[in-house]
């Protein structure tokens, strides 16, 4: 039985430096997890079908760096025994089939295991491995949906709004996979065993939503989306129109940044009503919206640039690579999160 070793390997220079992960091409959170790991020092081995066609390969093409590729035939058992030989000198498996494709192809976790019981087999859907919805096809707005975040998003009066597929794809499901990677690997120190960790994307959506359940156990979230205090209804936290079309981003949620809110709008709080009282919220809407409405919203970014307002601009994707503080810090799609001081991480 082949017991993963780091002799022989290629050396990185993140903190998984010597790790060896095998990814069997998928789909959105699967790439990406294992773009993390690559960036975070790990060899990762992408194991594409052997006629070389991917599923939106343009769509994952900044997901696919640090990648090394071989293409395989896992319905010809020699393809199969080739994945199964690499999997002896491996630390981490991660798969994105429907629950049961790994199993029919002869790759599932107990025939890896066997070949290599030290070996950490991460498997990442949408429904999980279990119940009436394991099998069914779905994508991020379905998995929000079940959850109840995606009713939870969206203006007052209108219908749910699509947050692109960040919160299902990667937060809800490349996120807690990378959890589930690391805390088996974790482990597999003290007790030299692998593990099977079943990432699926309903789970880690519900795992976040533990912050807004308890609001509304504690009388403190409605209903009604657009309504509450984080979800764009109060109006010292949305996004306000600006005289060329442009949005600011508006967060004063604590006092001292309020007061330097309607400093920067050359507003009197003795003249407002009380921002604490929901009810007083349209009328505090109305007067911001005013205010930002009159001037650009550069101007509002240079105003506001330096204090406690909380104030920002809402930038597209082309102006935020060029912002100055993402100059300063290397930030954007193409750097390495999160950052090491001793053992730095650098794009392989």
Known sequence: MGIATTEGRPRGTGPLSGLRVVELAAIGPVPFACMVLADLGAEVIRVDRADGRRSFEEWHRELDRGRRHVALDLKNPDGVAELLSLLESSDVLV????????????????????RNPALVYARMTGWGQDGPLATSPGHDINYLALTGALDAIGEAGGPPVVPVNLLGDFGGGSMFLLAGVLAALYERESTGAGRVVDAAIVDGVGAMLGMLV????????????????????????????????????????????????????GLDAAALPDRDDPRNWPALRRTFANCFVGRSRDH?????????????????????????????????????????????????
């Open 300 to 348: 509002w970014a240079r105003l506001f640039e330096g204090t406690e307002a909380c104030v920002t601009p809402v930038l597209s994707a082309a102006e935020a690579a060029s912002h100055p503080h993402h100059q300063a810090r290397g930030s954007g799609p193409a750097a390495v999160a999160p950052r090491f001081v001793r053992t730095p991480a650098q794009l392989p």
């Open 214 to 265: 308890g609001m509304r156990s504690a009388g403190q979230w409605r209903h009604e989306r657009g309504t509450n205090l984080l979800d764009g209804g109060a109006p010292f936290y949305t996004c306000y129109a600006c005289a060329d079309g442009g949005y600011v981003a508006v967060g004063a949620l604590e006092e001292r940044f309020y007061a330097a809110l309607l400093d920067g709008l």
């Open 95 to 114: 798969e994105g089939f429907r629950p049961g494709v790994a199993e029919r192809l002869g790759i599932g976790p107990e025939v890896c295991l066997a």
